[in-house]
């Protein structure tokens, strides 16, 4: 800031320079009588050209060091924002449309920085010369410079109403097309199974049009601004050489007294320009930033007050375990349909529980509250008689893993896929490799240097969801949930997953989510949801001997 604030005062130095405009027709006279000031004078505004120079070179490198950390710290707080948002703000958005969305407001919010803050600081000095100078020359033509400022001011206004409005629509056309193109990237095997490519072409050429047409609209605003300004700058210099012309008829100014006038009008004329179009700048970045901030709000209020709730302590070590349901409603929107309706049931320390259902009874949604992905409406989920909302979100994390029915792997190595950030135990690692049936494909596949993909896609199915009950093993956390995990395995690995998981991992309490009926023999006890209910709770064995269980068989097959 002092460099910055230097170089303006050498700008505000350098305006004497114009009065040279002043002394032209003297210019003979200074020359023949005194060749030294001459001299003098000309290294004088070399050496100021030269320091301007180099003060400008080091405003640019710490402007760019401003921009680039503005850009950065807004990113970064993004990131982590996104991190800590909750499931459903992910359920109507896709991975390009809210990367995009980001990208595009960061990047025009920081523009704020880049060189605009600075270059109003450098008119202000220029505002300062340029009235002294203009008002020490002839108050007549200043008062003529002055009165363009109110046109400039409405003009601005009114074409910064018209940006803003125009950048807005352009935002919601931008946001629109990439979650459009986000949905047909992700859909790209069903459009080639389907042969949509002339259907997908035809809405990104419908989609572009209206973001072309945008474009072309902010660009003439653009222009019209710039127009105006030419134009009323114009129109004052003609006035300004009018009512010079008189006034050097009448012998009160002089041809060299004239042209330094004009010149100091445009330093003046200018920087009023600058100030007035700050809000015609800020038109461009308000649409944005207001989507940014709004974005980085998201979920705030709900943050604190769990600050607030979150203060009850859990020992890691100690827990056992222990999940109940109380009376537990939910739905996903307010007043919506009820996804469960008063769930209510206990699973003890050590207990290996199956929760079956037909699809849409509530199985995963049961799962996600467990998760905390969500929360209920009504009632309370309680890990060992504590409130799991009221615990450490960091803290519980740890006590819980699951095997989601869909889980993501990232596109790095195999060990680091299973370490994740927990560190490295060779026999942990091995023991997650065994009871997972991984060890058979992984060394294959050399899990210390080969990255397995985006998502695993070098890996089959049924290799994905090893690797992840291999992960969440490695974990080693007291409570496991396995959300049809086994999906596609084949049936040897599954029975030997089983049996692995009921003779070795006594004391772990380990729910499963599925669809088939011979996992059903490995669990202490059946929970069976129907639309949103609890239909049945008890053993296996209890459930194979009354009349449910032919309608069972029916809904599992």
């Known amino acids: 800031f002092p460099l910055l604030v230097f170089r303006r005062m050498v700008t505000f130095l350098d305006l004497p320079n114009e009065l040279l405009n002043k002394i032209v027709e003297l210019l003979d006279y200074v020359t ?21 120079q180099i003060i400008k070179f ?28 909750k499931v459903q703000f992910y359920n109507n958005k896709n991975t390009t449309e809210i990367i995009k969305n980001i990208d595009f407001d960061i ?22 010369g340029g009235m002294l100078g203009l008002f020490i020359l002839d108050w007549r033509l200043a008062s003529l410079v002055i009165c363009v400022f ?99 008829f009448n012998y009160e100014f ?17 920087p009023i320009s600058a100030f007035m179009n700050v809000k015609y700048s800020f038109a461009n970045m308000l649409p944005s930033a207001r989507r940014l901030f709004d974005f980085l709000d998201t979920n705030k209020c709900e943050e604190k007050k769990l600050l607030v709730m979150n203060n009850s302590e859990i020992d890691i070590q100690s827990t056992n ?10 739905s996903y929107e307010e007043g919506g349909k009820k996804i469960l309706q008063q769930i209510s049931f206990k699973i003890a320390k050590g207990e290996k529980v199956a929760i079956i259902g037909s699809n849409g009874s509530g199985k995963t949604t049961m ?88 998502n695993g896609v070098m890996l089959s199915g049924g290799q994905k969801q090893k690797l992840a009950i291999a992960r969440a093993l ?40 599925t669809h088939k009926i011979n996992i059903l023999k490995y669990v202490d006890r059946v929970i069976w949801l129907e639309k949103g209910k609890i239909h049945y709770i008890g053993t296996y064995d209890d459930l194979c001997e009354t009349m449910l269980y032919e309608k069972l068989m029916k809904k599992m097959m």
């Open 367 to 454: 799962i996600n509250l467990l998760l905390r992905f969500y929360k209920p409406q009504k009632g309370r989920i309680l890990v060992d008689g504590i409130n799991i909302n009221t615990i450490k979100l960091t803290e519980y994390r740890r006590l819980v893993s699951a095997v989601t029915q869909n889980p993501y792997l990232f596109n790095t190595t195999i060990l680091n896929n299973i370490l994740m950030k927990k560190a490295y135990s060779k026999k942990e690692y091995d023991e997650a490799l065994l009871y997972s049936q991984s060890g058979d494909f992984v060394s294959i596949h050399d899990d210390f240097k080969q990255n397995i993909g985006n």
């Open 474 to 513: 490695y974990k080693n956390s007291k409570i496991l949930i396995l959300d049809e995990a086994t999906a596609n395995f084949d049936i040897a690995s599954e029975e030997n997953l089983f049996k692995a998981i009921q003779n070795t991992f006594v004391e772990k309490t380990i729910i499963y989510i």
């Open 32 to 52: 023949y009588y005194n060749f030294s000031l001459v001299y003098k004078s000309s290294f004088l505004a070399l050496g100021l050209v030269i320091i301007d």
């Open 58 to 85: 080091l405003e640019t490198r710490n402007v760019s060091y401003i921009n680039s950390m503005i850009l950065y710290h807004l990113t970064k707080m993004s990131f982590k924002h996104l991190l800590r948002l």
């Open 254 to 270: 002089s041809i060299g007294g004239l042209f330094a006038f004009i010149t100091y009008s445009i330093y003046v004329t200018g």
């Open 321 to 330: 375990g222990e999940i109940e349901f109380e009376d537990v409603n939910f």
């Open 150 to 248: 109110p046109l400039k001011y409405f003009l601005v206004k009114y074409l910064s109403k018209v940006k803003e409005k125009s950048m807005q629509s352009y935002i919601e056309y931008n946001s629109e097309f990439f979650s459009w193109l986000g949905d047909a990237v992700e859909g790209v095997k069903e459009i080639k199974i389907f042969e949509l490519y002339n259907k997908k072409t035809g809405e990104f050429i419908a989609g572009q049009r209206k973001i072309i047409r945008m474009n072309i609209k902010l660009a003439i605003v653009d222009k019209v601004n710039d127009m105006f300004e030419i134009i009323l700058d114009q129109m004052l210099v003609t006035c300004l050489y009018i009512m010079g012309a008189i006034i050097i």
């Open 107 to 128: 990047n025009n919010v920081a523009k704020i920085s880049d060189r605009f803050v600075f270059y109003i600081i450098d008119q202000i000095f220029k505002i300062i």
